[in-house]
């Protein structure tokens, strides 16, 4: 078993952070709404050899405040201490490392695929079934939305890549924790 509490040198923090576990850590930061806190928050995390997955930022229900979801790979011990050195930011008010089974995670991607007449109608009923959303029907292309978890939404690129997928864009989870109380 991992001693969490144990300090790391820079230097073995920094070779700890290049080593891909598996396991996703989805981490809620809230901070103050106010220029360049992204930059420092996203910055402690480069400096330390993280490569952060997603990353999305909104308002909250408090216009002072905004709330930062990032993903990314990494030991337990390491974002431990990560999560350490975020709290000493002045602009950074709190931070949860959301544990998978007791959060709702979601992201939005816009799928662009090339169509002809009959691949029209199955990019439209696969839209249907994975309760997508098409934005836009051109004559060669169709744009689908879809909403939900990580993983539906990499079923639905493997299913439509075949038919030609000219462009994807993803928004990066956005994620909170169940029950009453605040993430």
């Known amino acids: 078993m991992v001693d969490t509490n144990e ?35 996203s910055g402690l995390f480069t400096r330390r050899g993280f490569n952060i997955d997603t990353l999305s930022v909104g308002p909250t229900d408090d216009e002072r405040v905004s709330r930062i979801t990032l993903t990314l790979d990494g030991a337990l011990h390491p974002i431990d201490q990560v999560v350490k050195q975020l709290h000493k930011l002045v602009n950074v008010l709190k931070i949860k490392d959301l544990e998978p089974t007791e959060t709702v995670a979601r992201e939005l991607a816009l799928f662009k695929v090339s169509v ?28 689908v939305e879809i909403t939900g978890e990580r993983s539906k939404i990499e079923a639905f690129e493997r299913l439509v890549r075949p038919y030609g997928l000219v462009e994807m864009i993803r928004t990066g989870e956005v994620a909170i924790s169940r029950g009453r109380d605040e993430t």
Do not use: C, Q, Y
């Not at 700890?16 to 220029?35: D, F």
């Not at 439209?124 to 997508?132: C, D, S």
């Open 116 to 143: 002809d007449g009959p691949t029209r109608s199955e990019i439209r009923e696969l839209a249907e079934v994975f309760r997508g959303k098409v934005v836009d029907i051109g004559k060669r292309s169709i744009i």
């Open 7 to 41: 300090l790391l040198s820079l230097d073995e923090l920094e070779a700890a952070g290049n080593i891909r576990t598996g396991r996703k850590h989805v981490l809620s930061i809230l901070v103050e709404n106010k220029p360049g806190v992204l930059t420092r928050v």
